[in-house]
């Protein structure tokens, strides 16, 4: 049985006060889901038919300097393996885990066991990429005035079927690409994220396992820690960002919709000011050891949102309710 999400204890960080009492002209931060959905990014898994061409051996760029193309794909088209890391080694379409969003009959199950250089494990923790084809199916970037957002529920599996191993494990995160607000011009690319980090359990000292979020990053550039996770179960994911550059951080037990209530930072990661979404993808980290699979995360409608367009488009459309 599934343990029922608990309450997220949200403690903002000292820096999130900081930035928001000096920063009071700063856009409202806007809750991921709550505008238009487009309808021809992200997936819903409901197709039993899912698949995805591996093209193995993955890419390691970042590592080696390997980029072995062609790079994998699903066979509809909506998600590819990045240029400087690889997919999962197992991405498999699953029955949805018990209590997860009404109606949904299927789910992404992904999990690694070689997160680095394909064969060649280094022993240290490394990460494979599962990329969202937003950049291709909308055409181009998305400007952040267009006001757009992320959404994702995410099934955190009981702490003792976690890889033992303590350190980051999972992430969401956004491609975006912007400029230093110093009046430099030059448009660099950048990825803020939420990442899941784990504490393995240690019987000599007696402590339990545990997890809790950490965000990337604050102007500076560096992670800080987030909301502890409490219990294990369904959780809701979400990013967006808002015309003035800025990126703002949710999360919360369960699969209901995000509200205000839900915000956890909202900050120039970096320091950048955002122009451009590219993309948004997950991260899945594992030990690299060889021998040791990572954790098995599954998820489930990963979906964009638009505030605002310049015109009406014909991807975009309401958002198709699995609550019938």
């Known amino acids: 049985m599934i343990k029922p999400a608990l309450r997220l204890v949200l403690r903002l960080p000292i820096a999130a006060l900081l930035f928001l009492s000096t920063n009071a002209s700063a856009d409202e931060p806007l809750v991921p889901g709550t505008s238009e959905f487009i309808s021809k990014v992200g997936d819903d898994f409901e197709d039993p038919n899912w698949g995805y061409k591996y093209n193995n051996p993955k890419n390691s760029q970042e590592l080696d300097g390997e980029a072995r193309n062609p790079g994998g794909y699903s066979t509809n088209g909506r998600w590819f393996e990045g240029p400087l890391r690889g997919q999962p080694d197992l991405l498999k379409r699953v029955p949805t885990p018990e209590g997860g969003l009404p109606g949904s009959e299927g789910a992404l199950l992904m999990r690694s066991l070689y997160t680095g250089t394909p064969g060649r494990p280094s022993g240290h923790s490394q990460q494979d990429d599962l990329i969202v084809n937003v950049r291709k199916r909308m055409g181009g970037l998305i400007p952040v005035g267009w006001l757009p957002s992320v959404v994702v529920r995410v099934y955190f599996p009981p702490f003792e079927e976690w890889e033992n191993r303590t350190g980051n494990t999972f992430a969401l995160r956004l491609g975006m690409r912007g400029s230093r607000p110093n009046g430099e011009t030059e448009v660099e690319e950048?990825?803020?994220?939420?990442?899941?980090?784990?504490?393995?359990?240690?019987?000599?000292?007696?402590?339990?396992?545990?997890?809790?979020?950490?965000?990337?990053?604050?102007?500076?550039?560096?992670?800080?820690?987030?909301?502890?996770?409490?219990?294990?179960?369904?959780?809701?994911?979400?990013?967006?960002?808002?015309?003035?550059?800025?990126?703002?951080?949710?999360?919360?037990?369960?699969?209901?919709?995000?509200?205000?209530?839900?915000?956890?930072?909202?900050?120039f990661p970096y320091g950048f000011r955002g122009r451009n979404l590219e993309t948004f993808f997950f991260d899945l980290i594992g030990g690299d050891n060889g021998r040791t699979w990572s954790t098995s995360w599954i998820i489930d409608d990963p979906s964009l949102y638009l505030a605002r367009q310049p015109r009406a488009t014909p991807q975009a459309a309401r958002r198709r309710s699995k609550r019938r």
């Open 190 to 267: 950048y990825w803020p994220g939420m990442f899941v980090y784990f504490r393995s359990e240690n019987p000599r000292k007696g402590t339990p396992a545990s997890a809790y979020f950490i965000i990337r990053s604050d102007r500076s550039g560096r992670d800080f820690k987030g909301p502890d996770i409490v219990e294990t179960g369904w959780w809701t994911l979400g990013m967006s960002c808002t015309a003035d550059g800025q990126v703002h951080y949710y999360a919360k037990p369960g699969i209901e919709d995000l509200s205000s209530e839900d915000r956890i930072y909202s900050q």
